[in-house]
């Protein structure tokens, strides 16, 4: 006995009338009538790190990708994975179905038809079954970045382009749209609500725009926390601020420096990972001058080199905490750090991870004095809780931000958030930057290497680029793919 129903995605399920679940993606979908998926990673000869980013990643991605008058094909295909796994390679899968997701009308949900979406570090922290909440029934699909258009098959005009655009105007179909989510994105076709949704100016980048979502939409808020209406939407937001970036070499690194600039901040300082003693090595040179010439005033890790130098004049200082046992983006924080804080000084903690309690995340991460002294050489992410000259204590005057959670208890000042960072996009005030642009069979290993690396830039996929044995000429010379969203 069979009943026909949707999963969360939009995909017509067949399951038997007891409700039984299937354990396989092959159960997903039409039972009878989809194709049995193909795993990218099961079966497939083991890689170490460096052939994985000599595959994926020493192949930067050269030119505007540009949307497909294809139409009418419908061939659907997503990547997924219905139980958590460290190895990305083993546990995500690359899926075709025969039929694309149905948009839920009384959820004011709408059909997209994707042209491009992330790969980020969030993806592996889900997969790694980190996020709270986020339920594997019946699969999830990674990619929490989304950037497409609104599709209707059966309208012929569906991916028509507007003569005019207007942020204000309600979207319809053939409007590119802008999105973020837990998941969904890296797939051909996926389902939105209206509300979720913002829209892109046509003439802009897919492969550069989508990056806004998760990172520059993170970097913007945490700037202007406590700024409310218009105030933060203009040219000097930020004007005669001192802001400090703790682990200035990183992609939000860029976003936080590029998006001072816009505002108007006074100074813009960013550390880099390695102390000023360790300037002569060919890393750590390359981190100084990577930030200057991000606009920055680059300085060392080690608060001694400058404390003297800038004095207690930052108004905010940003940090990432990340809570999983995988915390690359931690960095050590002492109290020459807090030292630096003007009296009425903030910080803000960036949390790689939902749902996490505030009080819960007080306690992790400041503790008491006498925690503090027990646990420093375990856990490096400790901020002072101790009274600063006479002042609140440090984790009292702290503001922690999640960009989820933003996104799903103030959608509508995010969306606006989004509208303010696709303009600045189109003056060219931020430039996004996009390692390399990868196809859906490539997720899986664009996974592992986040899991091992950070890296200062995106990877985007996809969906519908194609692959050509011709490759495209490089001046590095080296082989690449052309991408035809």
């Known amino acids: 006995r069979m009943q026909v129903g949707y999963d969360v995605y939009g995909y017509e399920n067949e399951v038997d009338s007891a409700g039984a679940d299937f354990e396989k993606l092959e159960g997903h979908g039409r039972a009878r009538k989809a194709r049995r998926p193909t795993s990218v990673g099961r079966g497939a000869e083991r890689v170490d790190e ?23 094909s419908r061939h659907h295909m997503y990547v997924a994975y219905s139980r958590y796994g460290r190895d990305a390679q083993e546990v995500l899968q690359l899926c075709e179905h025969s039929s694309l997701p149905s948009p839920n009308s009384r959820n004011g949900e709408v059909l997209i038809r994707i042209h491009a979406s992330t790969v ?16 594997l029934n019946p699969y999830i699909i990674p990619g929490v970045g989304i950037l497409g258009t609104i599709y209707t098959p059966t309208d012929k005009d569906s991916n028509r382009r507007l003569s005019s655009f207007s942020y204000s105007s309600p979207v319809q179909p053939g409007d590119t749209v802008l999105s973020l989510g837990i998941s969904g994105g890296n797939s051909r076709f996926t389902c939105l609500p209206k509300t979720h949704l913002v829209k892109v100016p046509p003439q802009l980048d897919p492969s550069q725009t989508v990056c806004l979502a998760e990172t520059y939409l993170t970097g913007f808020q945490v700037l202007h926390t406590g700024q409310k209406g218009g105030m933060r939407y203009r040219g000097n937001s930020l004007a005669g601020q001192s802001i400090l970036i703790l682990g200035g070499y990183s ?36 981190h100084f001058e990577t930030l200057e010439a991000w606009g920055a005033v680059a300085l ?24 999983s046992n995988r915390a690359y983006h931690n960095e050590h924080i002492s109290d020459d750090h807090c030292k630096a804080l003007r009296e009425d000084g903030q910080v803000v903690v960036v949390c790689t991870h939902p749902g996490l309690d505030n009080n819960e995340s007080r306690s992790e991460v400041f503790g008491s004095t006498s925690i503090n002294n027990q646990r420093d050489s375990n856990n490096p992410f400790r901020i002072p809780s101790r009274l600063l000259s006479n002042r609140d204590s440090l984790a009292d005057r702290t503001i922690w931000y999640n960009v989820f959670d933003s996104w799903e208890k103030k959608s509508h000042i995010a969306r606006k958030d989004l509208e303010h960072l696709l303009r600045l996009l189109e003056l060219n005030r931020i430039h996004p930057e996009v390692l390399e642009c990868i196809p859906l069979s ?35 010379g080296v082989r690449k793919e052309r991408c035809e969203l």
Not at 120 to 135: H, K, L, N, Y
Not at 309 to 323: C, E, K, W
Not at 442 to 464: E, I, M, S, T, Y
Request: proline share 6%.
């Open 50 to 72: 460096r052939r994985v980013e000599n595959a994926v990643l020493n192949r930067p991605f050269v030119g505007n990708p540009t949307l497909s008058n294809d139409d009418g």
């Open 120 to 135: 980020s570090p969030s993806d592996c922290a889900i997969r790694r079954g980190e996020f709270q909440g986020v339920s």
């Open 251 to 286: 992609a939000l690194g860029k976003a936080l420096i590029e998006l001072c600039l816009a505002g108007g901040a006074k100074h813009c300082y960013a550390l880099a990972s390695q102390p000023e003693s360790a300037k002569g090595n060919s890393s750590s040179r390359r």
């Open 300 to 323: 060392s890790s080690d608060p001694q080199d400058w404390l003297t130098l800038i004095g207690r004049q930052i108004d905010l200082m940003v940090v990432v905490y990340d809570p």
């Open 442 to 476: 490539k997720v899986a290993k664009a996974q592992f290497v986040l899991d091992n690396r950070r890296l200062v830039g995106h990877l985007v996929c996809a969906p519908w680029m194609k692959q050509t044995t011709n490759p495209v000429a490089s001046c590095h």
